[in-house]
């Protein structure tokens, strides 16, 4: 099966020609609030580095350390006579400050400040984002806060947008709707853009309930073309492979794409396939290929930076490809933002429409035509694997981002519980700013609409009522706090059905490492026909946690993931409270308004001194 995607491009602006006609409009749109859909190689990224060129300053959020150190040598090199300020806000500079008996947020300050006078991009982590609006810099006696970047800054963008999770919205619904309080006002605010190179309707679920000012809000994408003014992409031939492994294709074809195109790249679903097929792959591109081990490069993790692959092929490791890399080994690592020129790919097919899209998105970015192979092995066929087999002739790239739609999915309702406990939280931990912004979102969205936290706030009544076991459910109230600024987690999922199980959410990266390819797909959830234990591709045994409930500590609940072991901490509250006998109303009252903040939210808060290390995920 084979099928080609032809060359194609974007049209320049009318008003500016050094500009596509959305990175125009991402400078120009005048509502405040934007998300812009553009494909890989589109140039969403360089809109805003031009703006840094101009003198505006701006505050680019990434998904991954790797992204902020690709996009920061990305801008020294296209600008080296005439240098963009720059600086790299995550936990590795926090590191080095630390080392270095510096404090991290002094350093950040300086940098804000040089960049908001001269203009450049401050990139950030998410995590560092969250930091700074949970006002982490007073714990150093350093001031810099939310309202800084509110008044101080002309852009706050969020890049890769749809890998936002229902972890994150809470802190991007803030933003909104204090940018939006200000436009409203007519007071200075940064734009606030989110950009995503796959199709998504991350928020449009959210604008059909008036949750978010639908007014101020510009959803657009990049006009796709092909006959354009500036291509991004040069003509892809794609062959389908079934039950042909990767390592099959590239004894094959590696040695002749290598000699055609001088670089390939490998994109595995499963991390523990990489690892099987080191071996095999380090004899075939050194003896056969005549490659060194230093020319090949194993991205094995998005945020990890080590120096040699563990798997004994001697090939390096890390995160960011450089030029002398002629072969880059990796899984969904590869597929987020960090660019690299290569024109030759055998992967596999991804764990959505959206994976799939980005992988061919990295082929043929130069002036070479591209050629792809994907390796399809396993059982069973997910919905855009069996779309996928259906491509064939020539398909442009527009008809095919539509014929895969949906491409990703978003859980607006556990978006909505967890971003509204995370307002109540930040209440109590800024109750003088938060009084503020309860007022800005009222003025936003109207009196009719309640203000977000309302659910957490009013369990908070705990504190005027007494009963012997209290002190338990302070314990958890508190453990929930900590568990909400907490920013681990901002990870993609994907809805998962076993034979045993009800369907719930399951983060991408460990089902990619973890379970076989689905036998089928419906209803947009991935389809096992057994039971969770056997359709894992290794056997081993799930982490064991101990959690905070209302009713005091649980014992050990063993899951993969936080939503793996949601079921057993359901059952675990219904076994205390069965066997509690409540004598007050009032406190009868909060038990079951606690129990239903939990059925919203499948926040589970838990113990650190019994802490496992279990992958946060969302639940249905």
């Known amino acids: 099966m084979t099928f080609t995607i032809p060359a194609h491009g974007v049209k320049n602006a009318v008003d500016n020609p050094t500009l596509s006609v959305a990175q125009h409009r991402l400078l120009n749109e005048p509502k405040p609030i934007r998300l812009c859909g553009s494909p890989t190689g589109a140039g969403k990224t360089y809109a805003f580095i031009e703006a840094a060129r101009q003198g505006q300053s701006v505050f680019f959020v990434v998904p991954t350390q790797a992204l902020a150190t690709d996009i920061h040598e990305s801008i020294q090199a296209q600008n080296a006579e005439k240098p963009i300020l720059s600086a790299i806000w995550d936990s590795r500079q926090t590191m080095q400050a630390k080392e270095a008996g510096q404090l991290s947020w002094a350093e950040r300050k300086a940098q804000f400040d040089q960049i908001e006078k001269e203009g450049g991009m401050i990139l950030a982590t998410l995590e560092s984002l969250a930091n700074l609006t949970m006002d982490q810099p007073k714990y150093q006696y350093i001031h810099l806060d939310v309202v800084d970047l509110l008044w101080r800054f002309q852009h706050l963008v969020f890049d890769e947008a749809h890998t936002l999770n229902t972890r994150a919205f809470g802190l991007l ?287 908070w009544v705990v504190e005027q009522i007494e009963w012997r076991e209290k002190r338990f459910f302070l314990q958890w109230l508190k453990a929930i706090e900590r568990e909400l600024q907490d920013v681990r987690g901002f990870a993609p999922t994907v809805k998962i059905q076993f034979q045993d199980k009800k369907a719930i959410l399951y983060s991408r990266d460990w089902v990619s490492q973890h379970l076989r390819t689905p036998d089928d797909y419906q209803d947009d959830t991935y389809i096992y026909r057994d039971v969770r234990d056997n359709c894992l591709r290794k056997k081993s045994v799930p982490p064991s946690c101990v959690f905070f409930s209302p009713f005091g500590k649980t014992g050990p609940i063993q899951g993969w993931n936080t939503a793996d072991a949601y079921k057993s901490y359901l059952n675990s509250l219904k076994n205390s409270r069965q066997n509690y006998f409540v004598s007050k109303p009032e406190v009868k009252l909060l038990y079951e308004k606690a129990e239903a903040f939990i059925r919203a939210t499948a926040l589970l808060p838990r113990d650190a001194e019994n802490e496992g290390i279990l992958i946060d995920s969302d639940r249905v």
């Open 173 to 459: 619904h803030l933003w909104i709707t204090l940018i939006a309080f200000r436009y409203q006002n007519h007071l200075t605010a940064p734009k606030l853009t989110l950009l995503s190179a796959t199709h998504s309707d991350l928020l449009e679920n959210l604008l059909q309930e008036a949750y978010l000012p639908r007014e101020l809000i510009s959803c657009f994408e990049e006009d796709i073309d092909e006959t354009p003014d500036r291509y991004i992409h040069r003509t892809v031939q794609v062959f389908v492979h079934d039950q042909v492994s990767i390592l099959e294709l590239a004894t094959q074809y590696a040695a002749a794409l290598l000699q055609e195109k001088g670089k390939l790249l490998f994109i595995y679903d499963s991390l523990r396939q990489i690892t099987q097929d080191e071996m095999p792959l380090a004899e075939l591109l050194c003896d056969e290929c005549g490659l060194q081990p230093d020319d090949v490069i194993m991205i094995n993790g998005q945020d990890k930076h080590l120096e040699r692959s563990a798997g004994g092929s001697g090939f390096a490791a890390g995160t960011h490809p450089k030029e002398q890399h002629k072969v880059i080994i990796g899984t969904s690592a590869v597929e987020m933002g960090v660019n690299f020129k290569i024109d030759a790919a055998i992967i596999e097919p991804g764990l959505d429409a959206a994976a799939l899209l980005q992988r061919i998105g990295r082929v043929a970015r130069n002036d070479q035509t591209g050629i792809i192979h994907i390796s399809h092995t396993k059982s069973g066929e997910t919905a855009h694997i069996i779309k996928l087999k259906e491509c064939q002739g020539e398909l442009p790239i527009n008809e095919l981002r539509n014929r895969f739609k949906p491409l990703r999915h978003f859980n607006h309702q556990a978006a909505k519980a967890r971003g509204s406990a995370y307002w109540a939280m930040l209440s109590r931990k800024n109750s003088a700013l938060m009084a503020g912004i309860k007022e800005m979102f009222t003025e936003v969205m109207g009196q009719d609409v309640p203000v977000p936290g309302k659910q957490l706030r009013s369990l």
